[in-house]
């Protein structure tokens, strides 16, 4: 599978950037999916998922009320609309795949397969 990140910038803060991820080779509809985020000098970090069938998502602690997480399986396709940016939010955001049949918790990246390049936020005050 490829997944391509797209929709980063530069933004200052309070401000709102919409983020995509695009799947070829597999059946979106089929997979949970997820964003993480890494910043410089930091581990990567869980920012939200969606699940496959429902599409019940969850956030991270510290960006919930200010990212929605949505899925398009029409387009392979989902999102994540950031709202209130803050510096703290600078970072490059990944999109994966939760890897199909695995159980555990999905804000841990071992969960996850299919990693794009990433797309850069940053955001400055």
């Known amino acids: 599978v490829q997944l391509q990140a797209s929709g980063g910038g530069v933004v200052q803060a309070g401000g709102f950037l919409r983020l995509s991820c695009s799947a070829s080779?597999?059946?979106?509809?089929?997979?949970?999916v997820g964003w993480f985020r890494q910043a410089p000098g930091k581990d990567r970090e869980f920012v939200a998922t969606?699940?496959?069938?429902?599409?019940?998502?969850l956030y991270a602690d510290d960006v919930k009320g200010r990212f929605t997480i949505s899925r398009e399986n029409a387009k392979n396709t989902w999102f994540l609309q950031m709202s209130s940016l803050k510096p703290e939010d600078t970072a490059v955001y990944y999109c994966?795949?939760?890897?199909?049949?695995?159980?555990?918790?999905?804000?841990?990246?071992?969960?996850?397969?299919?990693w794009g390049q990433g797309t850069l936020v940053t955001v400055s005050s």
């Open positions: 994966a795949l939760v890897r199909p049949g695995v159980t555990g918790d999905v804000m841990d990246d071992r969960m996850y397969d299919g």
């Open positions: 080779g597999r059946t979106l509809s089929t997979y949970a």
């Open positions: 969606i699940s496959r069938g429902s599409g019940k998502p």
